[in-house]
């Protein structure tokens, strides 16, 4: 399973870093993580994610602001996230992908497994 951890009330304009902590199996070089997020009444959006080689993609919206990362030592995945936005609240999910390409999508959440509760992300004055 995923345990996803970082969540909180920020004001616009501040910071907050996600964690997503697998347990019960190694991310190794066989898988890509995804990070998706949920708004009320909204369809689950792909955020960011992170290859089995370090490479990265990200959704336009969060581009120059969010930071995808990854610790195998720690079998965790890390968001970063800077200079929110309200437009950012939501529930971040991590989602994971069997993978192997130096690439990863983030346009179909059906793409990838979510075995986590996510953590809720709410950005307002």
């Known amino acids: 399973q995923f345990v996803e951890s970082g969540g909180g009330l920020v004001q616009p304009g501040g910071s907050l870093r996600l964690s997503c902590t697998a347990s019960?199996?190694?991310?190794?070089?066989?898988?890509?993580i995804g990070w998706f997020r949920q708004a009320p009444g909204k369809e689950r959006e792909g955020v960011s994610c992170?290859?089995?080689?370090?490479?990265?993609n990200y959704v336009d919206s969060v581009k120059g602001r969010f930071t995808v990362s990854r610790d195998d030592a720690k079998n965790t995945v890390y968001l970063q996230m800077n200079s929110l936005k309200p437009e950012d609240t939501a529930v971040y999910y991590c989602?994971?992908?069997?993978?192997?390409?130096?690439?990863?999508?983030?346009?179909?959440?059906?793409?990838?497994?979510?075995w986590g509760q996510g953590t809720q992300v709410t950005v307002s004055s």
């Open positions: 019960g199996f190694t991310l190794d070089h066989h898988y890509a």
């Open positions: 989602g994971i992908k069997y993978w192997g390409e130096s690439w990863c999508p983030i346009k179909d959440s059906a793409e990838y497994l979510f």
């Open positions: 992170i290859s089995n080689s370090g490479g990265t």
